[in-house]
């Protein structure tokens, strides 16, 4: 095969690379083969190549993938079950007695297969879960096409998963001997949150960490009721806990990370861990603000997340980035503490940093894998364009995403998911509906 062979050309009005920062690339070509960016060139130097397939794009902005850095799928089936509660209500009175009644593998393969799709057609290829019965929301994942890092849960209360941290590890790495090969997977390890998973089981997840090189990702600092819950029972606030337990490394994602001490920030940031920030969720469950421009000046890496469609209640990473920006210049008091540029690089390169994938997914750099989001600017609410980037952030929505590509295949085309049958999940969706029943 010559060298200026692709399977795939794309011209777009705008390439946003991220990889350089701030960069903006108009009216070039992206080529794609054997599921890779092979080159990005002016359109005159693309016309050398011969492609398999062409794509012209007028008005589109082309991304990186968007990269969803935490999430639990398959609470899309209680979208809506029990809203407009603080989050210890929420889970002690509503979720967890809910999915106790009616947690399977199937609820759990059912409300994953809604999310995939919902996430594909919001230009997300990757996402990082944590949930109940993993496989099946892998199963989900890679049968429409999507990306993901599938977590490993683990907690010292029994579900009908497991009975207890030692089940759930078992049968986690069991999961990822099985799956570790297939090239839309990767595997972290996912403890719930320090009220969750007592020291005893978090020593075994370091251990496991380390000798199998997995990630961490774990809810910390959510709320303030979390943190006396730690200082009541250890005598110490979660994070430093953690600490002394050898959890805080370069492999650890904080998931929401809202209440931090200007120590507690450069804890994480001296020992080189990442932050999932998930401001809807956030926001909703009143849990607070985190202090995303503190731990951005640190030096912290920290993506974007939506959390579950039970707290959310989307799974729509670009209204995440819109979120994010205007809550960070909101609490600092500095309209320049997150600008357009870095909240979609915190939406792409930073989620695939802190999952260990930033060589190969979220910027649009030649030899990476071609995960891509083709988003359409052409509406009137979209004009006059001076900046494709700040479009993306403050004014574009998921619902202009027209095209994503997984890999260099096409997963996404005009806006619906090619792998989905979507009269199926809404038929699979009104049986769950029905089975749990309307919640007062």
Known sequence: MPPNHADLRIDPEWIVPVEPANAVLYRQSLLVRDGRI????????????ECGEHLVLPGHCLIPG???????????????????????TWLHDHIWPAEARHMSADFVRDGSRIACAEMLEGGVTCFNDMYFFPEATLEAAVETGLRIACGLIVADFPSAYA?????YLQQGLALRD??????????TLAPHAPYSVGDRSLEKVVTYAEQLDLPVHMHIHETEDEIRQGLEKYGLRPLARLNNLGLLTPGLTAVHAVHLT?????????HGCHVAHCPASNLKLASGFAPVAGLLAAGVNTGLGTDGAASNNRLDLMGEMRLAALLAKGVSGNAAALPAHQALAMATLAGARALGMGDEIGSLTVGKQADLAAVDLTSPAHQPCYDPVSHLVYSAGREEVRHVWVAGRQVVRDGRALQVDHARLAAQAQGWRERIGHHS
């Open 262 to 270: 200007p120590g507690e920030i450069e804890l994480l940031a001296g």
């Open 178 to 187: 099985a799956w570790r090969d297939h090239p839309l997977v990767r595997f």
């Open 163 to 167: 009975g207890d941290a030692d089940a």
């Open 38 to 49: 092979a080159a990005i060139v002016p359109r005159d130097l693309a016309d050398d190549w």
């Open 66 to 88: 968007l990269v969803n850095l935490h999430t639990h799928a398959a609470m899309t089936l209680l979208r809506g079950y029990a809203d407009d509660l603080p989050l210890m």
